[in-house]
Protein backbone atom coordinates (compact mmCIF):
# COMPACT_ATOMS: atom_id res chain seq x y z
CA UNK A 1 0.00 0.00 0.00
CA UNK A 2 0.60 3.40 -0.99
CA UNK A 3 -0.46 6.60 0.51
CA UNK A 4 -0.53 10.11 -1.64
CA UNK A 5 -1.89 13.31 -0.46
CA UNK A 6 -4.90 14.72 -1.32
CA UNK A 7 -3.95 18.68 -3.30
CA UNK A 8 -7.58 19.61 -1.55
CA UNK A 9 -7.64 19.09 1.73
CA UNK A 10 -4.05 17.65 2.27
CA UNK A 11 -4.85 15.10 3.97
CA UNK A 12 -3.46 11.46 2.86
CA UNK A 13 -5.19 8.72 0.75
CA UNK A 14 -4.30 5.03 0.50
CA UNK A 15 -3.65 3.25 -2.56
CA UNK A 16 -3.39 0.21 -3.63
CA UNK A 17 -1.76 -1.34 -6.39
CA UNK A 18 -3.48 -4.34 -6.48
CA UNK A 19 -6.35 -2.36 -7.23
CA UNK A 20 -5.35 -0.43 -9.98
CA UNK A 21 -5.70 -0.86 -14.10
CA UNK A 22 -1.82 -1.54 -14.93
CA UNK A 23 -2.71 -0.43 -19.18
CA UNK A 24 -2.85 2.67 -17.14
CA UNK A 25 -0.65 5.00 -15.71
CA UNK A 26 -3.16 7.38 -14.35
CA UNK A 27 -5.83 6.68 -11.79
CA UNK A 28 -8.58 8.61 -10.78
CA UNK A 29 -8.86 8.45 -6.85
CA UNK A 30 -11.23 10.21 -4.46
CA UNK A 31 -10.09 11.67 -1.27
CA UNK A 32 -12.62 9.49 1.43
CA UNK A 33 -12.11 12.75 3.95
CA UNK A 34 -13.02 15.59 1.42
CA UNK A 35 -14.82 13.56 -1.71
CA UNK A 36 -12.94 15.60 -4.17
CA UNK A 37 -11.55 13.65 -6.94
CA UNK A 38 -7.70 13.93 -8.44
CA UNK A 39 -5.38 12.17 -10.35
CA UNK A 40 -2.54 9.73 -9.26
CA UNK A 41 0.32 9.07 -11.60
CA UNK A 42 2.05 5.26 -11.05
CA UNK A 43 5.55 5.67 -11.86
CA UNK A 44 8.48 3.07 -12.04
CA UNK A 45 11.26 3.37 -10.27
CA UNK A 46 14.32 1.84 -11.10
CA UNK A 47 16.76 0.63 -8.72
CA UNK A 48 20.30 -0.31 -9.78
CA UNK A 49 22.75 -2.58 -8.40
CA UNK A 50 26.13 -4.38 -8.50
CA UNK A 51 26.25 -7.37 -10.01
CA UNK A 52 29.56 -7.90 -9.26
CA UNK A 53 32.98 -7.85 -10.60
CA UNK A 54 33.94 -8.64 -14.56
CA UNK A 55 37.64 -8.86 -14.52
CA UNK A 56 36.96 -9.69 -18.61
CA UNK A 57 35.36 -5.91 -19.50
CA UNK A 58 39.19 -5.07 -17.99
CA UNK A 59 41.22 -7.45 -19.78
CA UNK A 60 41.09 -10.66 -18.05
CA UNK A 61 39.73 -13.53 -20.29
CA UNK A 62 35.74 -14.29 -20.26
CA UNK A 63 34.83 -17.09 -18.21
CA UNK A 64 32.66 -19.72 -20.74
CA UNK A 65 29.98 -21.76 -19.93
CA UNK A 66 27.90 -23.27 -21.61
CA UNK A 67 23.99 -21.78 -22.31
CA UNK A 68 21.04 -24.61 -21.11
CA UNK A 69 17.98 -24.72 -22.23
CA UNK A 70 15.30 -26.05 -24.18
CA UNK A 71 15.07 -27.63 -26.59
CA UNK A 72 19.07 -28.39 -25.95
CA UNK A 73 19.78 -28.59 -30.10
CA UNK A 74 19.04 -24.62 -29.86
CA UNK A 75 21.46 -24.24 -27.09
CA UNK A 76 24.97 -26.54 -28.51
CA UNK A 77 27.31 -24.52 -29.17
CA UNK A 78 26.01 -21.37 -27.37
CA UNK A 79 28.31 -20.02 -24.20
CA UNK A 80 27.44 -16.86 -21.79
CA UNK A 81 30.29 -15.54 -19.80
CA UNK A 82 29.61 -16.21 -16.12
CA UNK A 83 31.09 -12.80 -15.35
CA UNK A 84 29.73 -10.08 -17.69
CA UNK A 85 27.03 -12.25 -19.50
CA UNK A 86 28.63 -11.73 -22.99
CA UNK A 87 27.91 -14.52 -25.41
CA UNK A 88 29.25 -16.07 -28.02
CA UNK A 89 28.59 -19.31 -30.39
CA UNK A 90 31.23 -22.29 -31.54
CA UNK A 91 30.31 -22.55 -35.22
CA UNK A 92 31.35 -25.96 -35.61
CA UNK A 93 29.25 -26.85 -32.37
CA UNK A 94 26.19 -25.14 -33.98
CA UNK A 95 23.34 -27.84 -35.03
CA UNK A 96 23.81 -28.02 -38.79
CA UNK A 97 20.19 -27.80 -41.08
CA UNK A 98 20.55 -31.56 -40.98
CA UNK A 99 20.05 -32.06 -37.32
CA UNK A 100 17.63 -29.16 -37.33
CA UNK A 101 15.22 -31.19 -39.89
CA UNK A 102 16.02 -34.64 -38.12
CA UNK A 103 14.71 -32.46 -34.72
CA UNK A 104 11.58 -31.09 -36.22
CA UNK A 105 10.89 -34.69 -38.40
CA UNK A 106 10.74 -36.37 -34.96
CA UNK A 107 8.23 -34.55 -33.74
CA UNK A 108 10.59 -32.10 -31.99
CA UNK A 109 11.51 -34.36 -29.32
CA UNK A 110 14.95 -34.60 -27.45
Not at 26 to 32: D, G, L, Q, T, V
Not at 88 to 107: D, I, S
Request: proline share 5%; hydrophobic share 25%.
Amino acid sequence: MESVKCPYCEEYVAIYPEERDHCEDKEIYECPNCSKNFEVLAELILKYSVVGKADCLNGANHKWEPQFGVPKIHFRGKYICEDCSATKQVKEELATKEEWREYYTKGCEE
